[in-house]
């Protein structure tokens, strides 16, 4: 408790002390009057969803200037996401260490940030790509040191949330209840878009992997409910539980009108096994992110925690149920700033049920039918 106190204490103090050491570093890279920027840089190295639900930005911003330049900057492990967008037009490597999972937590210290700002050639990379505005999504003090160690000469970023203010030409709100694809396209706002895209994921798979996709069903479940599931793994309060989701595969495994298949990254593999028991098919650990995608493409419902699967799913309006761990004490909270309008539903935090899952799975097959 007292060390809760004294964060509490600490963190606005020292986020002053560096926003004030930003303002006076900003100030050795003014920001030059361009109403039109024809190239953008933005700053998007955190975790899969993160950079999923964001997606609309990019076509936002073509939609207004079809000539601009768009330089999206994202960690290794999202890069293929982005593949086959059309309203992108350079995908860059930006491997930060802050703020994501795709770099283990050791190696996120404050001396591996120091070092990443003053030795990546990541940073020589958008340097020489000489953008004319940098825009931080996330809004964080490290985000704001990297578009200035960049020399990015105007930068937008996010007031009130992780910093970095004081090195911002511009700054949207942070909004709690704001959905987070929608509070991103506040940014195209700012440059005089008017005419947005849904906030919805946006994924582009080529004919051989929508091909592909199709291969898989048709080994999987002919004329049967196509059913995705991505339990994730214990030990982590966001999600469900193994043997929440075990409980709902004993009561639907037996049906035959229903192909259930189970997904997940490499990490799953090992705990895919509790499964084993149950005639479903378990493909944890084998597919690649794009061959997921175009699974999902073709699935008729998705059951799945608040994780990429469900951002994913949302792309291809797939029916989806989100299962939500006890961390979430405000399942309405998480809708509000995660969720989307039209195929998804949500429950879970504290009171949730198998029984209750178990009733909004009934529910929603009794709308989806075998073709």
């Excluded at 002053?16 to 039109?36: C, G, M, Q, V």
């Excluded at 506040?186 to 008017?194: I, K, M, V």
Aim: proline letters at 6%; aromatic letters at 10%.
């Amino acid at each position: 408790m007292l060390k809760q106190k004294m964060r509490a204490i600490a963190f606005p103090f020292l986020n002053k002390i560096t926003n004030l050491i930003l303002k006076i570093w900003s100030r050795f890279s003014p920001s030059p009057l361009s109403p039109n920027p024809q190239h953008i840089f933005i700053l998007r190295n955190n975790d899969l969803g993160d950079l999923l639900i964001i997606t609309p930005l990019f076509a936002a911003l073509k939609q207004y200037n079809p000539t601009v330049n768009i330089t999206v900057g994202v960690g290794n492990w999202a890069s293929s996401i982005l593949h086959e967008n059309p309203h992108i037009d350079h995908i860059l490597p930006i491997n930060a260490p802050w703020f994501n999972k795709g770099i283990p937590a050791p190696q996120q210290t404050l001396w591996h940030r120091l070092r990443y700002l003053s030795q990546s050639p990541e940073i020589t990379a958008l340097r020489q790509l000489k953008p004319d505005l940098g825009i931080d999504i996330f809004g964080s003090s490290w985000g704001a040191m990297l578009l200035l160690q960049a020399k990015i000469s105007r930068r937008w970023g996010v007031a009130g949330y992780g910093g970095g203010e004081g090195a911002m030409e511009f700054c949207i709100p942070y909004h709690p209840d704001m959905q987070v694809g929608r509070s991103a396209l506040r940014f195209a706002e700012a440059l005089g878009a008017t005419a947005l895209p849904p906030c919805r994921p946006q994924l582009f798979l080529t004919a051989a992997e929508q091909e592909e996709g199709q291969t898989l069903w048709k080994g999987l479940g002919i004329n049967k409910i196509k059913i995705v599931i991505g339990p994730g793994f214990d030990g982590d309060a966001r999600y469900w539980g193994l043997a929440n989701y075990q409980a709902i595969i004993a009561h639907f495994s037996q049906r035959q009108d229903l192909a259930l298949v189970l997904v997940g990254g490499e990490g799953d593999r090992l705990q895919g096994s509790c499964f084993n028991p149950f005639p479903i098919t378990n493909l944890m650990g084998q597919l690649s992110l794009r061959q997921t995608f175009a699974l999902l493409a073709g699935a008729d419902l998705v059951l799945c925690n608040s994780s990429m699967l469900m951002h994913a799913a949302a792309a291809f309006n797939v029916e989806t149920l989100v299962l939500l761990g006890s961390a979430f004490r405000n399942p309405g909270q998480h809708d509000r700033q995660w969720g989307y309008q039209g195929n998804y539903r949500s429950l879970g935090g504290e009171q949730a049920t198998v029984g209750e899952a178990i009733a909004q799975v009934e529910s929603l097959l009794k709308g989806l039918k075998a073709p």
